[in-house]
Nanobody, 124 residues
Framework: QVQLVESGGGLVQAGGSLRLSCAAS????????MGWFRQAPGKEREFVAA????????KYADSMKGRFTISRDNAKNTAYLQMNRLKPEDTAVYYC?????????????????WGQGTQVTVSS
């Protein structure tokens, strides 16, 4: 079992930045590929970014490349999502997830554990 708790969401103006955190507890954090997803009202959950076990490999959705950065600190059992140059269309609930897999994956079905989500609202 892995328990995930997101934090760092909030209200920000367009062009601003936020840093989301995902604190993990339970089984050894370093065994897990960590991913970030988001879901806007009336839309399906979509992939944002993922990072492999040791942080050496990352994957991003095309619309987030160059603006978002995923990272992890295995000593702190925490994954992060740094979001810069935010746009109103980035408004969504952001979820972190864990997958017991080597490498990085974008499909939500590969992730067995999910946090409760944190709201990010970007005003224009």
């Amino acid at each position: 079992q892995v328990q995930l708790v997101e934090s760092g969401g909030g209200l920000v103006q367009a062009g601003g930045s936020l840093r989301l955190s995902c604190a993990a507890s339970g089984r050894t954090f370093s065994y897990w590929c960590m991913g970030w997803f988001r879901q806007a009202p009336g839309k399906e959950r979509e992939f944002v970014a993922a990072i492999n076990l040791n942080g050496g490999s990352t994957k991003y959705a095309d619309s987030m490349k160059g603006r978002f950065t995923i990272s992890r600190d295995n000593a702190k059992n925490t994954a992060y999502l740094q979001m810069n140059r935010l746009k109103p269309e980035d408004t969504a609930v952001y979820y972190c997830a864990a997958a017991r897999i080597i490498g990085v994956v974008a499909a939500p079905t590969e992730y067995g554990y999910w946090g409760q989500g944190t709201q990010v609202t970007v005003s224009s």
